[in-house]
């Protein structure tokens, strides 16, 4: 489903709340309004990260060549002249370096705003869309499986209901099960303290830019 369709059911609220990596979010009906700030705070992050990124890009395909031997009988003028080299290349590693650390760090930054954003509509639920069309759909907390998991259900009550479906706890520490019949579209537990705190469906191989 492309955005413009998901905007026509008149399920969603017409304002995104997020612009975030690429894709853009919407809440259902009646969920709460776009954080401007939140969302300017958003686009900072991810603005001082992609320049950080290029630079350091960049600065690594600059990076100078080992300093050679001086050959037998060199002059004091060559020695000079290497030593200066060395120190400008020095310089540059150190600043390529530093380069590479920031953007790092801002990728750090980048996941931690994408980890508030999902923790903010954790409850509302909200739906996704890149440009190749539905991304996520992100259920709000009153919503219920067929099998009757939803925020506030226990693990134990998950595992029993999906354990032998294919659900397994995924490097994020989620669990996740295969969505039947729909390839690439898997479901999403987010657990927290032993309950269910958000669940989704999402297809990460569809990626927001």
């Given at each position: 489903m492309a955005k413009d369709a998901g905007l026509a059911t008149g399920a969603l609220e017409a304002s995104p709340v997020s612009l975030l990596g690429g894709c853009t979010d919407f809440v259902y009906k009646g969920g709460p309004a776009?954080?401007?700030?939140?969302?300017a705070a958003e686009a900072a992050t991810e603005a001082r990260y992609k320049d950080l990124s290029a630079k350091a890009d960049a600065a690594s395909g600059k990076a100078p060549a080992p300093?050679?031997?001086?050959?037998?009988?060199a002059s004091a003028k060559d020695a000079a002249a290497a030593a200066a080299g060395s120190a400008a290349g020095a310089k540059d590693s150190a600043a390529a370096a530093k380069l590479i650390a920031d953007s790092t760090m801002a990728l750090v930054d980048l996941r931690v705003a994408q980890e508030?954003?999902?923790?903010?509509?954790?409850?509302?639920?909200?739906?996704s869309f890149a440009e190749a069309g539905l991304r996520e759909l992100a259920a709000p907390a009153e919503a219920r499986t067929?099998?009757?998991?939803?925020?506030?259900?226990?693990?134990?009550?998950?595992?029993?209901?999906?354990?032998?479906?294919?659900?397994?706890?995924?490097?994020?520490?989620?669990?996740?099960?295969?969505v039947e019949g729909q390839p690439g579209w898997q479901y999403e537990f987010t657990v927290d303290a032993g309950k269910v705190a958000g669940m989704a469906a999402v297809n990460r191989d569809i990626k927001c830019a």
């Open positions: 776009p954080d401007q700030a939140r969302m300093a050679g031997a001086l050959p037998p009988g508030a954003k999902d923790k903010a509509y954790l409850t509302t639920g909200r739906v067929a099998e009757g998991i939803g925020a506030g259900s226990t693990l134990e009550a998950l595992q029993q209901a999906y354990g032998a479906k294919g659900l397994q706890q995924d490097k994020s520490g989620r669990y996740v099960l295969p």
